[in-house]
């Protein structure tokens, strides 16, 4: 038998090595039980083999962004970032990839401070249960062909649904920590993420429009195909991934809308009063609900896990194009980051409500009329006109609007 | 009953009294909060996805934090303990009893109660949207109507506030 | 237009990120003790005593005039004068510091002992590796510890070095020219007298042959 025939057979199923993987792991433990248990065991060991290696890789894609992230800012900064930690015990440096390693034992062995008066329970509890909706907004995304945890008829909603509940969390941790600075910081949090929640859903109503499914399988399946089918290159998917793609960068609290935990605005909002692990459990909420987002914009306008071309279909995995793309939002989030100066409250909210709400109801009415027009260069006329002309006008607009008013003081009676 | 759904109603219920009962009140807000999430895995569990992921959407993430800021913008200055039953407790459990009979006597005796506890097809997004725009229309046209008015409402009172020196 | 300058602030992010793989002159950074410190010729950190030649004690400059002892800030330098004299370079005999104290903990590095030093002596040096776990006087230097070469001062400050050099080396040359000229005259004085008869009475002392300080 030659090679190739001996690797036809693998590469025609490497897309699935992942799932058969798993298949055939709990063919092999099944077979240790005795049969009365089997059938509730496999049901167990699916469950978990599907969750284990997504708890693991997202846990551990964090660590990895976050050594790329000071990697990738220092360079942008004209200095090189961390490139001194390896390994424990080891003399090889690995261009500092130890380093999350260590900043992981720093933040574990810190003294954990809880203000006297603080909310014992709610200051415990609200960095804890911000990691639930976080690691639950992975369960809808489909990361391969046949690779979702779970298949939900109305997925797309369940994902915004989650990320609305991290609301209530961010001002449980504000408010816990009974300091004023806290709670105002919390205030402002929740404002920003109420704000740039409207324009993160409804720019991704056109995608919903074009597809007719809230299931993210079924959207990703009706970009199967190639670079030509990704919603990205229509005029309405360049817009919508730009605007959705601003507004996952006010949902993380991520640079340039991380007022919330500015360090020279508020010294870290709500996260004032947390110290050592709970911290760095609160930034690992943080970078998760990036990825989160991310796998989410990768999934709605991006293809999700297919190739760019259809002769690379199938023999590169699924998993492999995903976490590319994946990989390439996490550099865009890096890049965005270290160019672009913190935005004042007040800025933030007028981008919101004045700019970003009208630009993503222009969208959804773009992809309307693109399904009426059918595509084609009239398409792109008609529906990048609809969009760019008000997106002109708009801006135009805003910006000779803006007054100076004249300082009022009030004064408290 | 089978046991899933005796924990969701436990936890729902738990949630409803320690609502009512707990002495600082962003705590009985947040035990709410858990209430809502309990009525929403209750809808999921009878397979209504979307009213479930709906009523977190909104609950959780939109009503939840509208009572949080309504407390907090007015009752400055701390959350005051306040003693758990008045002088007229009493009457108020005559009238719960009473509602809460007649519900029950109500949905206990309806045809329409049958022993299935879960639903054999959960009804798919597209029906749902295809029935609020055919056969529930005007029920959807009010209610943006009513949401409209809402938020004209909400913006003469931020633009009075505003004008006013 | 709304945005072009966010574009081009991206633009140039990524021209620094690419950029700082393959231009020198995008990444500054030197990674410090594995490359030894790159510091500029006017970089100061410590004094140091200069002496000339091999021997520190013969060829130290300082003539313990206690200028700068008198001008440091903080009162970092202790001077002994010593009892005896030595000749400097010009062939002068001067007196020398027998103790010259700097406490390097309290050394706060302005520089201002240099400024003030007529003789050239007292420089400030490059060197800030001096870390000790010695607190209770490992970082008191003496006389021995600080004095340094002249070569030393040529390779930390060269120009200043240079100058200070080229103007002593004219100093001395014309120092040298003048003694020469000075011990003619002298001998020729000598002689004129020696041939002299003894009868006439000796010419008065001339005040215009009296010795100026170069």
Avoid at chain 1, 285 to 291: D, K, R
Avoid at chain 2, 72 to 85: A, D, I, M, N, Y
Avoid at chain 2, 116 to 121: D, I, P, Q
Avoid at chain 3, 14 to 36: C, H, I, M, W
Wanted: hydrophobic share 50%.
């Amino acid at each position: 038998m030659s090679l190739t025939s001996l690797a036809a057979p693998i590469l025609a199923n490497a897309d699935q090595f992942l799932v058969d993987g798993k298949h055939a792991v709990i063919a092999w433990l099944v077979h240790f039980l005795p049969v009365a248990w089997q059938d509730v065991i496999t049901g167990g060991l699916s469950i978990l083999l599907t969750i284990a290696p997504i708890t693991i890789g997202f846990a551990t894609l964090f660590a990895l962004s976050t050594w790329l992230e000071r990697k990738g800012l220092g360079r942008i900064q004209n200095r090189m970032g961390p490139n001194r930690v390896g390994l424990p015990f080891l003399p090889w440096k690995l261009y500092g990839l130890g380093q999350p390693m260590a900043d992981g034992i720093k933040m574990l062995i810190k003294e954990d401070i809880v203000p006297r008066n603080a909310d014992k329970v709610l200051h415990f509890i609200a960095p804890v249960a911000l990691l639930v909706p976080a690691f639950l907004a992975f369960s809808v995304i489909p990361y391969g062909d046949g690779m979702v945890p779970i298949n939900l008829d109305a997925g797309l909603l369940f994902f915004f649904a989650i990320g609305a509940s991290t609301e209530l969390l961010v001002f449980c941790a504000g408010w816990a920590s009974r300091n004023k600075y806290a709670l105002l910081g919390s205030m402002r949090a929740i404002a920003q993420m109420i704000s740039y929640e409207l324009p993160l859903i409804i720019s991704t109503f056109s995608v919903i429009m074009a597809v007719g499914s809230l299931s993210l399988v079924a959207i990703v399946d009706a970009q199967a195909g190639g670079l030509a089918h990704w919603h990205v290159f229509t005029p309405w998917g360049i817009a919508g991934f730009i605007l959705f793609f601003i507004a996952s960068l006010a949902e993380a609290n991520r640079s340039p809308f991380d007022i919330p935990e500015g360090e020279s605005e508020i010294i870290a909002g709500h996260l004032i009063e947390y110290s050592g692990f709970k911290y760095a459990l609160f930034f690992m909420a943080e970078y998760l609900g990036m990825f989160a987002m991310g796998g989410l914009a990768i999934s709605l306008f991006l293809g999700g896990y297919h190739a760019p071309f259809a002769f690379l279909e199938g023999w590169v995995p699924g998993l492999v194009w995903f976490v590319g793309k994946l990989l390439v939002m996490i550099a865009m989030f890096i890049w965005v980051r270290g160019t672009m100066p913190r935005l004042r409250m007040d800025q933030l909210m007028n981008f919101a409500w004045k700019f970003m709400l009208p630009m993503s109801l222009l969208v959804v009415v773009a992809a309307g009329l693109w399904r009426f027009v059918g595509g084609g260069w009239v398409g792109w006329l008609i529906c990048g006109g609809l969009i760019v002309a008000p997106y002109l006008a708009l801006s135009r607009g805003l910006f000779k609007a803006r007054h100076w008013a004249k300082r009022e003081y009030r004064y408290a009676d | 009953m089978s046991f899933p759904l005796f924990i969701l109603g436990v936890l729902t219920v738990a949630g409803a009294v320690a609502a009512m009962t707990l002495r600082n009140l962003i705590h009985c807000v947040l035990s709410l909060a858990v209430s809502f999430v309990g009525v929403a895995m209750l809808f999921l569990r009878l397979g209504a996805e979307f009213v479930g992921f709906a009523q977190i959407l909104v609950y959780v993430g939109a009503v939840a934090i509208l009572i949080v800021f309504a407390i907090l913008l007015t009752r400055s200055g701390g959350v005051e303990p306040k003693p758990f039953l008045n002088s007229q407790w009493w009457i108020g459990l005559a009238i719960a009893i009473a509602v809460f009979g007649s519900l029950a006597v109500a949905i206990v005796g309806s045809k329409d109660l049958t022993s299935v506890a879960l639903a054999e097809k959960t009804a798919p997004v597209k029906q749902i949207g295809i029935e609020l725009m055919t056969r529930y229309v005007l029920p959807l046209e009010v209610i943006g109507l009513l949401l409209t008015a809402a938020m004209l409402g909400a913006v003469i009172i931020a633009w009075q506030e505003g004008d006013r020196k | 237009m709304l945005g072009t300058g966010l574009i081009k602030g991206m633009g140039e992010t990524a021209r620094n990120f690419f950029g700082s793989y393959v231009d020198k002159d995008r990444l500054p950074t030197q990674e410090y003790p594995e490359v030894p410190a790159q510091l500029k010729e006017n970089t100061r950190q410590f004094p140091i005593l200069v002496f000339d030649g091999e021997d520190p004690d013969k060829g130290l400059r300082c003539v313990s005039c206690q200028i700068c002892e008198k001008e440091c800030p903080p009162k970092c330098i202790y001077i002994v004068k010593s009892k005896d004299k030595k000749p400097d370079f010009l062939g002068k005999p001067q007196i020398y510091p027998a103790t010259f104290d700097i406490d390097l903990s309290v050394c706060m590095s302005c520089g201002i002992c240099a400024e003030v030093c007529p003789f050239e002596a007292i420089f400030m040096d490059t060197e800030f590796e001096i870390a000790t776990a010695d607190r209770f006087g490992g970082l008191l230097a003496n006389r021995e510890q600080l004095a340094k070469p002249n070569s030393h001062l040529q390779k930390i400050h060269p120009t200043m070095a240079k100058e200070i050099d080229d103007r002593r080396a004219d100093a001395s040359v014309k120092a040298a020219a003048k003694a020469k000229a000075d011990a003619e005259s002298k001998a020729k004085a000598a002689a004129a007298e020696a041939a002299k008869p003894k009868s006439e009475p000796p010419p008065p002392t001339p005040a215009s042959t009296a010795p100026v300080a170069s």
